[in-house]
């Protein structure tokens, strides 16, 4: 075996579904400066607000979703974890959250007391954002730094239009997709417009189109929004969908600032207005259920599509420990190039 190591990284969640360990979790989540972008006084006054009767709800929220084992995305990072020893050839399969346990730190310091000189670090986010992919090798760089760890760090860059990653979606979405449907929306994550627009001052967000088009490299490199409907585009080729059967929104919303559009709320209660009965939903800017999927879509977003007129809501699953996504997974990381 050689000394060349894989550590997976995912966002995160409580340790139980206690108000108190809901609280912890939230407060480095939402403390984390590439999360919330504002100056830390102003961060720490605005979370204190939030943390007075959010962690209630959310722990309600993570209550209906627990499962025995725990935390539903925990649980199947795990199965990935597993389903990756036998992928990756090269070294050990590590796994780490950037909130909550276990953390990036404590995986790299062990893996590198392990006598493993190189570690690739793969960030399990599809598409690119500061809050999901920045911060998790900017974390990764401070436990180097400030360890003085003597590792050589390669890094998965996003991948989502990549081959692998729209195949494995492919390959597990299709069963679902041979039901008989109305739509498919696929609903990813939001972002504040600020988050983009920091990084392309430039770049318009109006209207519904892809805000990418036409756009060079090096804006759609960080443009979230212009991946995920690159990623969504992709994918109803690959099946086969045409224009009119399926749509893209973002979920997810927090706070009062502008977020990108269309959201996922909105588009829910105009499809079931517009005649739509059955529709599925599938969430490709995540790989592993989660609170955001299981609850948030598949509860709440059930409950309110049939308050508007629709009548089944079905949840697609994420890609989790499915074989083709770690085959997937493997290939992609094996082109992960080095960190500078």
């Not at 062990?110 to 006598?115: I, K, N, Y």
């Not at 990084?199 to 090096?218: I, K, R, T, V, Y």
């Not at 800017?285 to 409950?303: M, N, P, Q, S, Y």
């Amino acid at each position: 075996m050689t000394d060349h190591a894989l550590l997976l990284v995912n966002l995160g969640s409580p340790a139980s579904t206690s108000v108190a360990d809901v609280r912890s979790y939230l407060n480095q989540f939402l403390m984390d400066p590439y999360v919330i972008d504002l100056p830390w006084p102003v961060r720490r006054l605005l979370v204190s607000l939030i943390l007075i009767k959010r962690p209630e709800q959310s722990a309600h929220a993570y209550a209906s979703i627990w499962w025995d084992e725990g935390s539903p995305l925990v649980v199947l990072s795990r199965r990935l974890q597993q389903a990756m020893t036998s992928q990756w050839q090269h070294g050990p399969v590590e796994l780490a959250m950037r909130y909550g346990e276990p953390s990036i730190e404590s995986a790299l310091v062990r893996l590198v007391a392990a006598g493993h000189k190189r570690i690739t670090l793969a960030p399990l986010y599809p598409q690119f954002a500061d809050s999901t992919t920045t911060t998790v090798i900017e974390e990764a760089r401070r436990v180097v730094r400030e360890k003085n760890l003597d590792v050589q760090l390669s890094v998965l860059q996003p991948f989502y239009d990549q081959p692998e990653y729209l195949d494995a979606l492919v390959a597990t979405t299709r069963p679902h997709l041979q039901q008989d449907f109305d739509h498919l929306l696929m609903s990813f994550h939001g972002l504040p417009e600020r988050h983009l627009k920091k990084l392309n001052p430039g770049h318009s967000f109006e209207g519904g189109g892809d805000c990418c088009a036409g756009a060079p490299p090096e804006v759609v490199a960080t443009c979230y929004r212009g991946q995920c409907l690159r990623t969504a585009a992709e994918f109803a080729k690959r099946m086969g969908l045409p224009e009119g059967k399926w749509s893209v929104s973002f979920q997810s919303r927090l706070g009062r600032a502008k977020w990108i559009e269309p959201y996922t709320e909105a588009r829910l209660d105009e499809l079931a207005k517009s005649g739509v009965k059955k529709i599925l939903v599938m969430c490709p800017a995540f790989v592993a259920d989660c609170i955001e999927t299981l609850e948030e879509i598949g509860d709440r977003g059930k409950e309110q599509f049939r308050a508007a007129g629709g009548e089944d809501l079905v949840l697609v699953p994420c890609l989790n420990d499915d074989p083709h996504w770690a085959k997937a997974l493997s290939a992609l990381c094996e082109r992960a190039p080095l960190a500078l």
